[in-house]
């Protein structure tokens, strides 16, 4: 530690704060990226999705599994990001551009970079997300099988497994007949509250 201090102290000022930018970024971003994968650090508190991860069912636009949401550009982990690639930037290049000023430029430079990179990270994963939506009045006159028994008369809610453009959606169902055990095919033929099944038997 005494041998890093030395080292540390020996390098000309800016120099030195470049490394301390990004050896002080560099420990931030592991400690978030440890945080996140181990369930204790959420994505959302820091890009601030502005998500909902219930689905909307109803008529019209609110027919959608709606898991996009607003990025935010001033937030802790994009300063962290800033940070990252300023304090990197300035200790890559300070052998490559003699001129201070101009190494800053690029340094503030390499850090826009960084939180740009994140940013469209995140959009490309939250198209994603929103590719998964569906419209569950799609479901109506679909023939598909129970995964828990219905029972009947309305006395209670099973499951059915629907699918909607390659994605198998288990949602609530009903029927105002017999019971139906599960691994029965029957026909959706209406949405009752705009997210449950009615089905009946075939």
């Not at 704060?17 to 959420?42: E, H, K, N, P, S």
């Not at 601030?48 to 689905?55: H, K």
Request: charge should be negative; include cysteine.
């Amino acid at each position: 530690m005494n041998t890093f201090i030395s080292w540390l102290e020996g390098l000309e000022p800016s120099l030195r704060a470049y490394w301390i930018v990004a050896l002080l970024a560099t420990l931030v971003f592991l400690i978030q990226m440890v945080l996140t994968l181990v369930g204790i650090g959420d994505t959302d508190s820091d890009v601030d999705f502005d998500a909902s991860s219930d689905a909307d069912f109803g008529d019209g636009s609110g027919d959608t599994m709606d898991t996009g949401g607003a990025i935010q550009l001033f937030t802790i982990r994009n300063m962290v990001n800033f940070l990252l690639g300023i304090g990197w930037g300035g200790v890559c290049f300070w052998n490559v551009i003699p001129n201070r000023f101009l190494l800053a430029v690029v340094a503030l430079l390499c850090g826009c970079l960084l939180v740009a990179a994140f940013l469209f990270m995140f959009r490309k994963l939250m198209k994603l997300e929103s590719n998964g939506a569906f419209n569950i009045q799609e479901a109506v006159g679909q023939v598909v099988t129970v995964y828990i028994r219905i029972p009947a008369s309305r006395s209670g809610q099973g499951k059915v497994q629907v699918s909607f453009g390659g994605s198998v959606q288990e949602l609530p169902a009903v029927t105002s007949g017999e019971a139906i055990p599960s691994g029965a095919q029957v026909r959706i033929t209406s949405i009752i509250g705009g997210k449950v099944l009615m089905v009946d038997k075939i």
